[in-house]
């Protein structure tokens, strides 16, 4: 089994800043790809970034030049940077591991993003 942490939602102001951290333990050996899916009220749950072992990505076209993801092999973390956050950008943030391919069969617990003036 895999365990995910995340840590790092909260409310920020439209165009402001935040970084997610996720933090996996267990049989990390077994993770290639880990990503970031969000889901808003009322829509169905969604790809946001991903990432994988080696460090290739890939991220939807609604948050491509504006989020960032990164990963730390040393320390089993996955990074979501997020620059220039929109109010459509609110949801639940979800971090999910496994392989070959996403989603995996881990989910984190969810961290909520809200941006609102």
């Known amino acids: 089994q895999v365990q995910l942490v995340e840590s790092g939602g909260g409310l920020v102001q439209p165009g402001g800043s935040l970084r997610l951290s996720c933090a996996a333990s267990?049989?990390?050996?077994?993770?290639?790809?880990m990503g970031w899916y969000r889901q808003a009220p009322g829509k169905e749950r969604e790809l946001v970034a991903a990432?994988?072992?080696?460090?290739?990505?890939n991220y939807a076209d609604s948050v491509k030049g504006r989020f960032t993801i990164s990963r730390d092999n040393a320390k089993n973390t996955v990074y979501l940077r997020m620059n220039s956050l929109k109010p459509e950008d609110t949801a639940v943030y979800y971090c999910?591991?496994?392989?070959?391919?996403?989603?995996?069969?881990?989910w984190g617990q969810g961290t909520q993003v809200a941006v609102s003036s």
């Open positions: 990432i994988s072992r080696v460090g290739s990505t």
């Open positions: 267990g049989r990390i050996f077994s993770i290639n790809l």
């Open positions: 999910n591991a496994g392989g070959p391919v996403l989603p995996g069969d881990y």
